[in-house]
């Protein structure tokens, strides 16, 4: 199966080809999001997670987002930055790994109750794969939550995503890349910070989708 179908060859590329493990291991850990438009995902998070859950955070750094008062059965964190997950106090388990490189999670199917994805779709080099994973660790019904904002980091941000105009765009693109993984339908939101807000002023562009029953 060809996963990228009808997509340029080149999409999916970035322009840095040095590992993600050592790419970031320079850079602050955490999404390129204002703190205004983290605590709008904590309350996006706030009603879409099921309390006592078990929650896959996928990519993750220090600081998941969840709302400090819900309290989850897990929260798992894979990511490349090791000293990052562990400085993440809600994790329960962590996994050090480069997706892009090995796009497996290691987790019993039909296992998770949600995934989490936040800012970081814009560097996702193969993200059928990994989509198809996370579907796979999701229960039936489980739910994958995606948000990013507007500004992403050039380097390593994919050839299509710097491409693309705006973020109309690229939900077009997800939603056809979740798709392919075996999502269902997707549903689509924002929030935008009012102009009068002196702390918060990055847009969050958030995409949802759940798992079918039968993959």
């Known amino acids: 199966m060809n996963d990228l179908h009808g997509f340029h060859p080149h999409s999916f590329t970035a322009a840095s080809a040095e590992s993600d493990t050592l790419f970031y291991s320079r ?5 390129m999001l204002d703190q205004g438009a983290l605590t709008a995902i904590t309350a996006l998070y706030r009603t879409l997670l099921p309390e ?10 220090p600081d998941s987002h969840l709302p400090p008062d819900m309290e989850f059965d897990s929260v798992i964190g894979i990511g490349v930055n090791a000293q990052a997950l562990d400085s993440n106090p809600r994790l329960t388990d962590r996994v050090v790994e480069d997706m892009n490189e090995t796009p497996d999670i290691p987790l019993a199917d039909e296992s998770m109750d949600a995934a989490l994805l936040c800012d970081v779709v814009p560097y996702l080099r ?6 198809r994973e996370i579907a796979r660790v999701l229960l039936p019904g489980g739910l994958i ?8 980091i050039p380097q ?3 050839a299509l995503w710097q491409a693309l105009d705006d973020e109309g765009d690229r939900r ?20 935008t910070p009012a102009p009068e807000d002196l702390f918060w002023h990055d847009a969050v562009h958030a995409m ?7 993959l």
């Open 27 to 31: 850079r602050p850990a955490g999404p």
């Open 126 to 131: 193969q993200p059928v794969a990994i989509f």
């Open 52 to 61: 006592d859950g078990n929650i896959l955070d996928v990519m993750a750094g």
């Open 208 to 214: 949802t989708a759940r798992r079918p029953d039968i």
């Open 145 to 152: 939550v995606i948000t990013f904002g507007d500004r992403f």
């Open 156 to 158: 390593k941000a994919t």
């Open 172 to 191: 077009r693109m997800l939603s056809v890349l979740l798709q392919r993984a075996g999502f269902g339908p997707v549903d689509n939101g924002n929030v």
